[in-house]
Nanobody, 124 residues
Framework: QVQLVESGGGLVQAGGSLRLSCAAS????????MGWFRQAPGKEREFVAA????????SYADSVKGRFTISKDYTRNTLLLQMNSLKPEDTAVYYC?????????????????WGQGTQVTVSS
């Protein structure tokens, strides 16, 4: 049974940083791509970042490119998202997800397991 558990969210001032973690169990981390998505109140869930099978390829939404970094910690079976230079518009619930494929897909429909989400709030 696949389980994804996010942590690391919180309240931060604009310009600050947060590091999100997603602990994965029931899944062999090296066999699938993984991704981060977010959903703000009243908006649809949107793609943030993804990393391929062995971490060789990453994809980012234009809105976070250059500020966020996705990575995999294979020793701890954990997906990470380092978020720097945070802006109020980054405020959302952040979800990690396991892909059905090995590619760093931006498409929500390519992901079949989701965590419960962690709240990130950026104050101005």
């Amino acid at each position: 049974q696949v389980q994804l558990v996010e942590s690391g969210g919180g309240l931060v001032q604009a310009g600050g940083s947060l590091r999100l973690s997603c602990a994965a169990s029931g899944v062999t981390f090296t066999l699938y791509a993984m991704g981060w998505f977010r959903q703000a109140p009243g908006k649809e869930r949107e793609f943030v970042a993804a990393i391929s099978l062995i971490g060789g390829t990453t994809s980012y939404a234009d809105s976070v490119k250059g500020r966020f970094t996705i990575s995999k910690d294979y020793t701890r079976n954990t997906l990470l998202l380092q978020m720097n230079s945070l802006k109020p518009e980054d405020t959302a619930v952040y979800y990690c997800a396991k892909s059905r494929t090995v590619d760093a897909s931006t498409r929500l429909g390519e992901y079949d397991y989701w965590g419960q989400g962690t709240q990130v709030t950026v104050s101005s």
